[in-house]
């Protein structure tokens, strides 16, 4: 009987997080809402750092703002920070959403995000007698100080304030609200697809695929950079309260979606990102549950095409290699899965975050694969990097910041989640679906083949 | 009037005093506004004191651990920013045993609520214990303040002091936490001060010679250390410490061992070599490497200090003989080509005049992040008339330069590249390079290359659908006669 093998961090020191703060997840949210802008309440570090990992991930512009904190604000507050940069993003910009998310800094000198934002309200609003529209201005405070949670739970908190301040009840419609997770625009628009095969409409929160998938297209290009064409409008996030269901494509955004639940009774499915075979097919499931609609035809073929690609490699190229996965909680469970209807092993998976789900989740593909399967809980890269060293693998799988190991131990990694920089594309492709699921087992297969087989070998040539 | 208000400003007339407009005639006072806090509300290209001090100064030490006291997030970006590589050579000829150990490893202290509530002192002085158990190879550990440890008021000190004594390493506290000062500057001012306070003259290097110098403010991005130092070497005069670019901890901690300082990046760096000077008498100049004019004149006066000037010219004549022709090419290529440059600080003011005298293209806007009034002066100084100086530009006004002004490039941070591509301009990475090094005589040409193929990228011709393509002898280059494809070609 196969099982799993929790290994806690034994340090108190932290080497190579897997894990960065919670502002981060709530950028990220905003981002994904149309003509919204973020405003970081804190340090320049904290939206600096922040656009330059989304820049080097999605090659895109990632424009956000900062309050712009300094030690004046650590003694006095920073209300006078976080009101003149709303109304200056109001009266610059003329968004229709700004999120006001607080960091470690503002929390700690005590401001009161909630306060300061009603009181910047009420001057937009006497403003607005002079500049038309500012009273319009939707501003979401999203507090997500640094010393509590991760960018999972951020973004969680990012989703859960849009909706919670946004959603009102109104004429049921027959959309679906889907909630992604921290992925890529490939994996959001890979969902749009099957909504569509199915004849569901799907209601993004937050839609990011379009606002980090760009085109270039200066001399059309209705709105400035900093608007990106896409994102879900803030009347779509009204209508979320009137959906007829909402499934979670991450586990970490269960509050959001049961917030929906007890407040406009949405019913809320909190479910692993469809990656993979059998994730993909639950999704379906859900959607036929929530929706009552049939599964296509072009779907079922779609389905046929990834299952033939596993049938006609998987056994021969792929069978009992070893797989270590690490990074995001939710991914590294559906990559798990999926490495096990491949028929390798996940051997090992680790995650930073403290995700209540993971090893519960682990218990059942360990199961389901006969796989033992070492577990890293609440870990870091460096615990990462010493078990592989302990316990040899053939394939890693997680974002880039095991190239370097993966360099080190001529280990193929195979590049998944975020942050991914040191390779072009990735965010464009999906992982979940059965398209994202192609994706995967060609790039896993491929890198196999370039690993593990000699060139010159016959084998290669049928 | 020399000042500029943007239009998209307006709601921020402050801002008119950061943006001068270069006149000749202009009394010295008039530059930009800066070196203070930003507007809130902006989209600002600064970062905070921490990056400045972790991320510019001590991450490019090769055999330090590095303990951030903070939330995870600061751990995370002080990991993702990491831009210095390192070699595995020690001053005393025996070789550091991990490869690249500054770019691979960040540790941190991954703060939680109760550690805000109750204090992280403990918690700190735990993790500095274990990052040293863990990497035993290190030489020394350097812990870092951040927002949350600067307010909650840890006396990092007072851990660092106790530890250097128990674990017998020196252990360094940088207290610059993400809130002090305007912008990263304050965290290179922080780091200069604590690392001369703490290190400079408690060690001895293992030998002396009469050409040794001091190499301040240069950190090795993608090599451009590399490239100087191998022209040190011909002329015969050692480095006999880095700060801090592929250095070692002990290095700094025999700087005042030097014969002259180089101060190459005079932003960040000038504060040690003014201690330095003060307390050891150790003299420095400044230098400028970009390009192969400031190259060439500041190693003849090197060459001259240490009256090695046969030597120095030596190396001139070589690298000079190999960049020329290509250099040539480029120049013709460039030449007319308008650019905007949008750096830290110093390189707004090394680069302008050789990308107009050597390169023939004209530099309309420069722009800093963090620069000082010494800097502004020097980028006034350095500019032709009608210049826009910006002081902590915002994406906004970005923008507006480039819709309004067109430029052929920009050579900026990478989050403004993404954002002039989509208005349809070019950009490079002048913080972090794309295929540098670019210091030197070969450098120049790297940058040179760059800029040549991105202005020159054939995409720039295919931006937009043509329902009725031109007839195609239209395509041909007017100036050079070459169609794309010859270009292309040429460009290798």
Redesign the interface.
């Given at each position: 009987m196969s099982g799993v093998n929790v290994m806690e961090k034994e340090r108190t020191l932290i080497v190579n997080p897997l894990k960065t703060c919670q502002p981060l997840g709530a950028m990220y949210a905003v981002m994904g809402v149309h003509h919204a802008l973020p405003m970081v309440h804190g340090s320049q570090g904290c939206s600096t750092f922040v656009r330059y990992n989304f820049a080097r991930h999605f090659r895109e512009p990632a424009e956000i703002a900062v309050s712009s904190l300094h030690e004046d604000a650590a003694v006095f507050g920073g209300r006078k920070n976080i009101n003149a940069g709303i109304k200056n993003l109001a009266l610059r910009f003329k968004p229709d959403l700004i999120g006001a998310i607080t960091t470690c800094s503002s929390e700690i000198i005590g401001d009161d995000v909630f306060g300061f934002v009603d009181t910047t309200k009420k001057e937009l609003k006497t403003m607005s007698e002079d500049v038309k529209g500012l009273d319009k201005i939707e501003v979401i405070p999203i507090p997500t100080p640094s010393f509590v949670g991760n960018h999972f739970t951020g973004y969680d908190v990012g989703v859960k304030s849009l909706v919670e301040a946004l959603a009102e009840p109104g004429e049921p419609t027959e959309k679906v609200n889907i909630i992604p997770g921290i992925v890529n625009p490939g994996d959001i628009r890979e969902i749009k697809h099957i909504m569509a095969l199915m004849g569901i409409e799907g209601l993004i929160l937050t839609d990011t695929s379009d606002p980090f998938d760009s085109p270039l297209r200066p001399s059309v290009t209705p709105t400035r950079p900093y608007f990106p064409k896409g994102g879900t409008t803030v009347d779509k996030i009204r209508d979320s309260a009137n959906s007829q269901g909402t499934i979670t494509l991450c586990k970490y955004a269960e509050s959001s979606a049961t917030s929906l639940e007890k407040k406009h009774d949405v019913p809320a499915i909190i479910e692993s990102p469809p990656i993979g075979l059998q994730n993909t097919d639950q999704f379906l499931r859900n959607l036929k549950k929530l929706t009552d609609c049939d599964v296509p035809e072009s779907i079922l073929d779609e389905r046929g095409v990834l299952v033939d690609l596993i049938a006609d490699n998987a056994a021969r190229y792929l069978f009992d290699k070893k797989v270590a996965i690490y990074g995001d909680p939710d991914i590294t469970t559906g990559m798990a899965r999926f490495v096990g209807e491949l028929g390798m092993e996940p051997t090992m998976v680790c995650t930073g975050a403290n995700s209540k789900t993971f090893t519960p989740d682990m218990e059942k593909i360990s199961k389901e694969t006969g796989t033992d399967i070492d577990v890293l809980f609440e870990q870091d890269m460096r615990s990462f990097e010493v078990y592989v060293n302990e316990n040899p693998v053939d394939i890693m799988i997680g974002p880039s910041d095991g190239r370097l190991l993966a360099q080190d131990l001529g280990i193929p990694l195979i590049r998944v989640g975020f942050p991914v920089y040191d390779r072009i594309g990735y965010h464009r492709h999906p992982i979940v679906g059965y398209n994202g699921g192609m994706r995967l087992m060609e790039l896993i297969t491929n890198a196999v083949l370039e690993k593990y087989y000699e060139p010159t070998h016959w084998k290669l040539q049928q | 009037m020399p000042y500029k208000l943007f239009d998209?400003?307006k709601?921020?007339p402050e801002r008119k005093k950061h943006t001068y407009v270069k006149h000749c005639s202009d009394p010295e006072e008039c530059m930009p506004h800066c070196n203070t806090?930003?507007?809130?509300?902006?989209?600002?290209?600064?970062?905070?004191?921490?990056?400045g001090a972790k991320g510019v100064i001590t991450g490019a030490l090769k055999d330090v651990v590095h303990?951030v006291h903070?939330?995870?997030?600061?751990?995370?970006?002080a990991?993702?920013?990491k831009r210095y590589p390192t070699s595995p050579n020690m001053p005393d000829g025996s070789k550091f045993p991990i490869e690249?150990f500054n770019?691979?490893?960040?540790?941190?202290?991954?703060?939680?609520?109760s550690?805000?509530v109750f204090g992280g002192m403990k918690?700190l002085k735990?993790?500095i214990i274990?990052?040293a158990q863990?990497f035993p190879e290190a030489n020394a550990i350097y812990a870092y303040a951040?927002?949350?440890t600067?307010?909650?008021g840890d006396d990092m000190d007072a851990v660092a002091k106790e530890l250097t004594t128990e674990l017998g390493i020196d252990i360094l506290a940088f207290n610059a936490?993400?809130?002090?000062?305007?912008?990263q500057s304050k965290g290179h001012h922080i780091a200069n001060h604590t690392l001369f306070d703490r290190l400079v003259g408690t060690k001895e290097p293992p030998t002396t010679t009469p050409y040794d110098i001091g190499l301040i403010g240069e950190y090795n991005i993608d090599g451009d250390l590399w490239i100087l130092e191998s022209y040190f070497k011909e002329m015969g005069i050692r480095i006999l410490s880095r700060f801090t670019g592929d250095a070692c901890h002990d290095e700094l901690c025999f700087m005042h061992r030097a014969k002259l300082n180089l101060v190459r990046c005079q932003r960040s760096a000038t504060y040690i070599a003014d201690l330095i000077k003060e307390k050891y008498d150790v003299p420095y100049i400044n230098v400028d490497f970009f390009s192969t004019k400031y190259c060439a004149e500041n190693l003849r006066t090197i060459g001259k200090y240490f009256g090695l000037e046969e030597e120095a010219d030596k190396v001139i004549a070589d690298r000079m003989a190999k960049v020329t022709p290509e250099l040539e090419f480029y120049k013709k290529k460039l030449t007319g080509k308008k650019v905007y440059i949008f750096s830290g600080g110093p390189k707004s003011w090394h680069l302008a005049i050789p990308l107009e005298n050597e390169l023939g293209m004209e530099v309309t806007a420069v722009a800093s992040q963090f620069e000082h009034e010494d800097g502004y002066v020097k980028m006034k100084n350095r500019t032709r008339e009608g210049t826009l100086i910006v002081d902590d530009p915002n994406?906004?006004e970005l923008?507006e330069m480039i819709t309004k002004d067109k430029p052929d490039l920009i050579l900026a941070g990478?989050?403004e590249?993404?954002?002039a591509?989509?208005?349809?301009v070019p950009s490079i990475m002048i913080h972090s390079y794309e295929n540098g090094p670019y210091i030197g005589f070969e450098g120049f040409v790297n940058l040179a290359k760059d800029m040549y193929s991105n202005i020159y990228n054939p995409v720039w011709n295919m931006?937009?659908f043509e329902e009725n393509p031109a007839p195609e002898e239209t395509e041909i280059d007017v100036e050079s006669g070459e169609t794309p494809e010859n270009e292309a070609k040429v460009s290798k």
């Open positions: - | 998209v400003d709601e921020i806090t930003t507007i809130p509300g902006s989209m600002s290209e600064r970062g905070c004191a921490f990056a303990v903070s939330p995870v997030g600061c751990t995370f970006y990991g993702g920013t690249n770019l691979k490893y960040v540790c941190g202290t991954d703060l939680m609520e550690d805000v918690k735990q993790s274990e990052a863990e951040t927002c949350t600067g307010l909650i936490p993400g809130f002090a000062g305007p912008s994406s906004m923008e990478i989050k590249k993404y954002m591509h989509k208005l349809g931006i937009d």
